[in-house]
């Protein structure tokens, strides 16, 4: 059972905006860094955001991320088909043990 | 740039031990700059941390595994090992290494399933 829940789904059309939000609590997000994660539909989750609103290279900047006390965002901007995928937030967590938690994950559908 | 790669059995008994190498090619397993994972996901499931292994040995598990779960390196082959032990049908899973305090690099993911 995770402790970062994200919305289990979220759509809109090309070319608009959506938003995934992850909540945690101060023990995870509230004190470390948070990444994001994209899963196309069989393949491997691939660093999207790191340290909250970092981007690898090679990531577009249509994705882009932040973080407020114990939640954090992604932002994706410009929808296109090809990011219907699962996006995953993950931070450590530090409340018995250091731990890496995911979130629950997000559905993202291009309509 | 860092890859990658799975290898072990892709069926495992219930009660035996599930082990799982990752061997890693472009960069050296002994380097500091790099944590050593293993992440799963149930068929159909989200993600979950199984622990990580940094270049000086230090190991961190997540707690709910910890009983059952060893992770080592063996800087000789450049590769890194992960063994379940007891494991059930609820160890079904496709199985990740990862390297990178925020996981920034994966491997394509190997699926082990559990069943006699």
């Known amino acids: 059972q995770s402790v970062l829940t994200q919305p289990p789904s979220v759509s809109a059309a090309p070319g608009q905006k959506v938003t995934i939000s992850c909540s945690g609590s101060?023990?995870?997000?509230?004190?470390?860094?948070v990444s994001w994660y994209q899963q196309l539909p069989g393949t491997a989750p691939k660093l999207l955001i790191y340290d909250n609103n970092k981007r690898p290279s090679g990531i577009p900047d249509r994705f882009s991320g932040s973080k407020s006390g114990t939640s954090a965002t992604l932002g994706i901007t410009g929808l296109q088909t090809g990011d219907e995928a699962d996006y995953y937030c993950g931070t450590w967590d530090s409340s018995l043990s250091a731990l890496f938690v995911f979130g629950t994950g997000t559905k993202v559908t291009v309509l | 740039q860092l890859q990658l790669q799975e290898s072990g059995p892709g069926l495992v008994k219930p009660s035996e031990t599930l082990s799982l190498t990752c061997t890693v090619s472009g960069g050296s397993i002994s380097s500091s700059s790099y944590y050593w994972g293993w992440i799963r996901q149930p068929p159909g499931k989200g993600l979950e941390w199984i622990g990580s292994?940094?270049?000086?040995?230090?190991?961190y598990y997540n707690p709910s595994l910890k009983s059952r779960v060893t992770i080592s390196v063996d800087t000789s082959k450049n590769q890194f090992s992960l063994k379940l032990s007891s494991v059930t049908a609820a160890d079904t899973a496709v199985y990740y290494c990862?390297?990178?305090?925020?996981?920034?690099?994966w491997g394509q993911g190997t699926l082990v399933t559990v069943s006699s």
């Open positions: 292994i940094y270049y000086s040995g230090s190991t």
């Open positions: 990862c390297a990178g305090a925020a996981a920034e690099y």
């Open positions: 101060s023990s995870n997000i509230g004190n470390n860094y």
